[in-house]
């Protein structure tokens, strides 16, 4: 497996961490002899192609593909919106964000995972023992506006009764607040993993985690141009399949998901067992009740101001693409 990691001297106590990863495209094309398609297949924190590549599930595909990792939600959906990548993965928000953004998008399966896979992370010697105690503080969200992380704050802000103005929220990308966290500089983080968990292992303290605030539904979108493409189209079909094999076999072989998540990443496997335990692993075609979550959602991120405007979520959503039975 090829290495996802990258350094800076400012990162170097975080790379031995092993969770400052790579926003690079990681992997050159593969796929059958001489395919006629190829897809640019956008990627988080290596959270897919691990899973890929521990199931197998693309070996044999019948189309060409390359991985484009990113740290975050924000720089993958700016390489979806110039065309750099045919298809992406996030969570509920960035999905809305990215359209905002006018990003060319369609929501085409659905990703789920657990809450607890995000939350509000202090120091460990911190004062703040309650969420109510942000009060006056300053909180760091990772990735930028419109992530999982800011509505999950926004979320526990409201459950505490805090106002959004007596807290001031700077938004930092994963990697760079993670040095900071780890070198003491910031004392409240809302994160996400793979981020989330290493910040705990190293000492963090949770002030309060996405349950019952969060959705815990990730989503896979796809350009709107390369949907207009029938080879494409075709090869996105076919890709998500393969993720539906490859989650049923993650959630069948825990310990195996792990053990790659580990090796591809270089987190240790303490880590990695966590992440990889919460992670949106199953995948299914987006049904009526997802569309309605995800709309709950954009709804509530227009009312405070999270998005600028309501999203309809409907209008961005393909029902019809991927017929797995759920």
Known sequence: MTDLLFSKASRRRWLQQG?????????????????????????????LRSLFEASKALEGAPFAYRWANFQGAAPLF?????????????GDLPVLAA????????IVATRVGKADSLG????????????????GQTVVVSSARGSISQY???????????RRD??????????????????????????????????????GRILRDGRGINTALGFITASEPSLADPAKRAAIVQFLDRLGRA????????????????????????????????ASVAARPVSEADIVALQAVADRSARDGILPVRVDVRAISDTQLWKRAA
Do not use: C, H
């Not at 359209?99 to 369609?106: E, F, N, Q």
């Not at 999950?152 to 805090?162: H, S």
């Open 19 to 47: 969770a400052a990863l790579s926003i690079a495209a990681t992997a050159s094309l593969r796929g059958g002899a001489q395919p006629q398609t190829s897809l640019v297949l956008g990627d988080q924190a290596g959270g």
């Open 166 to 203: 007596e807290v001031t929220v700077k938004f930092v990308l994963p990697t760079d607040a993670a040095a900071a966290f780890a070198s003491r500089q910031i004392d409240a983080w809302a994160i996400f993993d793979p981020y989330y968990t290493i910040a705990l292992q190293q000492g």
């Open 78 to 90: 700016e390489a979806q919106r110039s065309a750099a990548v045919d298809t992406a993965m996030a």
């Open 152 to 162: 999950q704050l926004y979320g526990a802000l409201e459950e505490a009764g805090v």
């Open 99 to 106: 359209a905002v953004g006018r990003t060319p998008l369609k």
């Open 247 to 278: 989650g049923d076999w993650a959630l069948a072989n825990p310990e195996a998901y792990a053990q790659a998540y580990s090796q591809l990443t270089r987190l240790p496997i303490e880590s990695a067992r966590l992440i990889t335990a919460r």
């Open 120 to 135: 509000i992370v202090v120091q460990p010697d911190s004062k703040l023992r309650s969420v109510a105690e942000l009060r």
